[in-house]
């Protein structure tokens, strides 16, 4: 049998959440379209690696963007971030990848599936476009 050759007594017992507030963070991977649990639609699903925080480093949000109305326009912030300029032919995804964009994270809580009480995560409120005049 194998053995998972770790020092558990330096390991913590829970994972300690991101902290909140403003954040570099790098494109980890080629964001992904994806048909949206509903059926009517899609998703367009980006992995952001945190690069600023001691301690947190590494660590990975995943933003599903449902791509409605609002959606989109979260969808062409991400680019924007990033430093592309989406126009009328949007924009290939890959171009994404290693690019660093700041984003906001705050608390928010969501029911598992399958269980009742909620639990705490923490998700991206809003990118912050370069350029852009503050909205805070």
Do not use: W
């Amino acid at each position: 049998m194998p053995l998972l050759d770790i020092d558990f007594t330096t390991v913590p017992n829970e994972i300690q959440p991101i902290p909140e507030g403003l954040h570099v963070f790098e494109v980890a991977s080629v964001p992904d379209i994806k048909p949206a649990k509903s059926g009517k639609g899609d998703n367009f699903v980006v992995s952001l690696k945190l690069k600023d925080c001691p301690g947190f480093e590494g660590r990975i949000i995943i933003h599903s963007i449902f791509l409605n109305d609002i959606g989109k326009t979260t969808a062409k912030r991400v680019a924007l971030a990033a430093g592309l300029n989406p126009g009328k032919d949007g924009f290939r995804t890959e171009e994404l990848v290693g690019r660093t964009l700041k984003a906001e994270v705050v608390k928010d809580f969501y029911i598992p599936e399958g269980k009742t009480e909620k639990e705490e995560t923490r998700r991206i409120k809003e990118y912050v476009v370069p350029g852009e005049a503050s909205k805070g």
